[in-house]
């Protein structure tokens, strides 16, 4: 497996500037049109905001498809390291892509499945307000985090037969978040497997619209 420039697809809206930035992150070794058809349901909905997806940088020996972080000889021990060593990297096309299309980080969601839910997932936990959210399908951390994110909010979504990452991962995840105050939700399909499901993303895109942050709240109690 070698590391690669990033490449992928992008879907902007036409004649203007995108208000919002949704980045796309695929699973193990598929690839950015893996997730076109997630791209389209949420430009369905939000049609003025543009839509990244980015090919993983580790390419695979065949040359179809790519990781997030090498995944050779992966374990338990050895994933968190690598995953730090890939972040920059990633960090730098979120930014890039941010200043590119002048969209701020808090209108910025990433939305990942599988290793690209963990990379989201450890994004935030390595930069805070670097997006205004993640959100996660089939996903869990590396590590669970010590502190919460302050400004970003969290929503994990996951199959409860998912036999590749068990949605234990995704109720230990929101219980650690949930105990150190952060913004966070747990959506479960009962039915589903190790996929992005469509009830998962109608939950995803209820999210979207009708969750309010905890920060947010909390700020208008203190103006109170």
Same mark, same amino acid.
């Given at each position: 497996?070698?590391?690669?420039?990033?490449?992928?697809?992008?879907?902007? $809206?036409p004649?203007?500037?995108?208000r919002?930035?949704?980045?796309?992150?695929?699973?193990a070794g598929?690839? /950015?049109?893996?997730?076109?058809?997630l791209?389209?349901?949420?430009?369905?909905?939000? $049609?003025?905001?543009?839509?990244?997806?980015?090919?993983?940088?580790?390419?695979?020996?065949?040359?179809?498809?790519?990781?997030?972080?090498?995944? =050779?000889?992966?374990?338990? !021990?050895?994933? $968190?390291? @690598?995953?730090?060593?890939?972040m920059?990297?990633? &960090?730098?096309? *979120?930014?890039?892509?941010?200043? +590119?299309?002048?969209?701020?980080?808090?209108?910025?969601?990433? *939305?990942?499945?599988?290793?690209?839910?963990?990379?989201?997932?450890?994004?935030?936990? /390595? &930069?805070?307000?670097?997006?205004?959210?993640v959100l996660?399908?089939?996903? @869990?951390? /590396?590590?669970?985090?010590?502190?919460?994110?302050?400004? %970003?909010?969290?929503?994990?979504?996951?199959? !409860?037969?998912d036999? *590749?990452?068990?949605?234990?991962?995704?109720?230990?995840?929101?219980?650690?978040? %949930?105990?150190?105050?952060?913004?966070?939700?747990?959506?479960?399909?009962?039915? *589903?497997?190790? !996929?992005?499901?469509s009830?998962?993303?109608? =939950?995803?895109i209820? +999210?979207?619209?009708?969750?309010?942050?905890? @920060?947010?709240?909390k =700020?208008?109690?203190?103006?109170?």
């Amino acid at each position: 497996m070698t590391e690669t420039a990033y490449c992928g697809i992008e879907l902007l $809206p036409p004649l203007k500037h995108p208000r919002q930035l949704f980045v796309l992150l695929h699973g193990a070794g598929a690839t /950015a049109s893996d997730l076109l058809p997630l791209a389209q349901q949420l430009r369905a909905v939000y $049609p003025d905001a543009g839509y990244l997806i980015p090919q993983g940088s580790f390419a695979l020996a065949n040359g179809e498809g790519g990781d997030w972080f090498p995944t =050779r000889d992966l374990t338990e !021990e050895n994933r $968190p390291g @690598r995953i730090a060593e890939a972040m920059p990297t990633f &960090h730098a096309l *979120v930014r890039q892509a941010q200043d +590119r299309l002048n969209v701020l980080p808090s209108d910025t969601a990433l *939305v990942g499945f599988s290793q690209g839910g963990m990379m989201a997932l450890e994004f935030c936990a /390595a &930069h805070d307000g670097g997006a205004g959210r993640v959100l996660a399908f089939s996903a @869990r951390y /590396a590590v669970l985090p010590e502190r919460a994110p302050e400004l %970003t909010t969290v929503h994990l979504l996951h199959g !409860e037969q998912d036999k *590749v990452i068990p949605v234990e991962h995704a109720h230990a995840a929101y219980a650690t978040l %949930t105990a150190l105050q952060g913004d966070v939700t747990l959506d479960l399909a009962l039915s *589903v497997g190790h !996929e992005v499901a469509s009830v998962l993303i109608e =939950r995803a895109i209820y +999210r979207l619209q009708t969750c309010v942050p905890l @920060r947010s709240w909390k =700020r208008a109690l203190d103006g109170a």
